[in-house]
T-cell receptor, first 116, second 118 residues
Framework: DGGITQSPKYLFRKEGQNVTLSCEQN?????MYWYRQDPGQGLRLIYY???????QKGDIAEGYSVSREKKESFPLTVTSAQKNPTAFYLC???????????????FGSGTQLSVL | AQSVTQPDIHITVSEGASLELRCNYS??????LFWYVQSPGQGLQLLLK??????LVQGIKGFEAEFKRSQSSFNLRKPSVHWSDAAEYFC????????????????FGTGTLLAVQP
């Protein structure tokens, strides 16, 4: 079955450490997104990529980095520069709409990142 | 199990007409409820949210939503639609989860695609 997979489900980070969250999709989608969710708040866009080898900053990109070397993969690195990394991270993907179809947004199951 | 249902996959309205997008949820306690909009080529944008208090919530871009516990609904409304409102709209419910502290995981509906006719 096609879908979008995030790993790990839970991740702990030590002070000053970089950690990478994985997001893989086998839906042949062009666009991928990373969102952050904090308790009691909505989603905020960190980075997004419309096509391979290209990505743009979202609303809260500081302290994060991404890469899009393959269509299927859009890993997010939370760097030591991100001073408040504890949050729930959600990855999403979407195909390119055509005249006849609208590609739905697919979400991964999320990664909970906590600071030790 | 928590779930969100958006029964309308596509809706077409005329510009200037009123709009109501339906959202029903299944949740065992008081939910946190959200409406998001995604315009073509963009990420999700939060329109409004409900946590507690007044059941009629005002959002951005002239949208509002009403929480009805008896109907397990959180329908999105706008009195007069503009052509720029054409987008996909997602309803979501927040489920409390604990990882050594409370946080929220959002469960999304499948979305409603809104088309606006001139």
């Amino acid at each position: 079955d096609g879908g979008i997979t995030q790993s790990p489900k839970y991740l702990f980070r030590k002070e000053g450490q970089n950690v990478t969250l994985s997001c893989e999709q086998n839906l042949n989608h062009d666009a991928m997104y990373w969102y952050r969710q904090d308790p009691g708040q909505g989603l905020r866009l960190i980075y997004y990529s419309q096509i391979v080898n290209d990505f743009q900053k979202g609303d809260i990109a500081e302290g994060y980095s991404v890469s899009r070397e393959k269509k299927e993969s859009f890993p997010l690195t939370v760097t030591s520069a991100q001073k408040n990394p504890t949050a729930f991270y959600l990855c999403a993907s979407k195909g390119t709409p055509t005249r006849a179809t609208n590609e739905k947004l697919f979400f991964g199951s999320g990664t909970q990142l906590s600071v030790l | 199990a928590q779930s969100v249902t958006q029964p309308d996959i596509h809706i077409t309205v005329s510009e200037g007409a009123s709009l109501e997008l339906r959202c029903n949820y299944s949740y065992g306690a008081t939910p946190y409820l959200f409406w998001y909009v995604q315009s073509p080529g963009q990420g999700l944008q939060l329109l409004l949210k409900y946590f507690s208090g007044d059941t009629l919530v005002q959002g951005i871009k002239g949208f509002e939503a009403e929480f009805k516990r008896s109907q397990s609904s959180f329908n999105l409304r706008k009195p007069s639609v503009h052509w720029s409102d054409a987008a996909e709209y997602f309803c979501a419910v927040g489920a409390l989860m604990n990882y050594g502290g409370a946080t929220n995981k959002l469960i999304f509906g499948t979305g409603t695609l809104l088309a606006v006719q001139p």
